[in-house]
């Protein structure tokens, strides 16, 4: 769910941040399907798919996938904003079209945090899609779900234990990244 809401949030992130749209039409349509993709909740849209789709993880998936397009356009945006204008002015006078401005005085600037904050995202879907599993959209939560209402707590604790163990795996990886791109 991460890497399918990634894939599409990040091209719509350069048409959702002020600086770097092809003009402010585009801006403003994007920022408003990103505001209403955002406005509704990861539970709200998990139930919504569990009654069109039933249940299973491809409704976790997709309700996760959704939720997480939204929080993630958004923060790639603004952290796209934040770019300096001093190394686009030079890619610009060097006579450079607006997608190269872009690929050339933007991207390099905003590289390594996106990666962070995408690591991050990550961090955040992991815990989201186990309270999602609970209302019956499949996965871990759905798992954990079962095994408290069954009053198997052996179980139930090894699902928790490892949900700490991959939580903290992603810390360490996260780490490792960010010190390897700056």
Avoid: H, K
Avoid at 3 to 21: C, E, G, K, Q, R
Avoid at 90 to 113: K, Y
């Amino acid at each position: 769910a991460t890497f399918m809401a990634m894939l599409a949030a990040l091209p719509l992130s350069f048409l959702a941040a002020s600086n770097v749209a092809p003009s402010r039409l585009v801006f403003r349509v994007t920022r408003f399907v990103m505001i209403l993709v955002r406005a509704t909740p990861e539970l709200v849209l998990a139930v919504l798919f569990v009654a069109a789709l039933g249940l299973g993880p491809r409704t976790g998936t997709l309700a996760l996938a959704v939720g997480i397009f939204g929080f993630s356009t958004r923060l790639f945006a603004d952290t796209i904003e934040e770019a300096r204008s001093g190394p686009r002015e030079g890619v610009v006078s060097t006579g450079a079209s607006r997608l190269q401005d872009t690929a050339s005085g933007v991207a390099p600037q905003v590289w390594p945090a996106l990666v962070s904050q995408g690591l991050y995202i990550f961090d955040v879907s992991l815990r989201a899609s186990t309270v999602l599993g609970i209302v019956g959209a499949g996965g871990i939560g759905f798992m954990l779900s079962n095994s408290m209402r069954t009053l198997n707590f052996e179980v139930t604790g090894g699902i928790i234990l490892c949900i700490f163990v991959i939580v903290g795996a992603i810390e360490v990886v996260s780490n490792w990244v960010n010190r390897q791109i700056t």
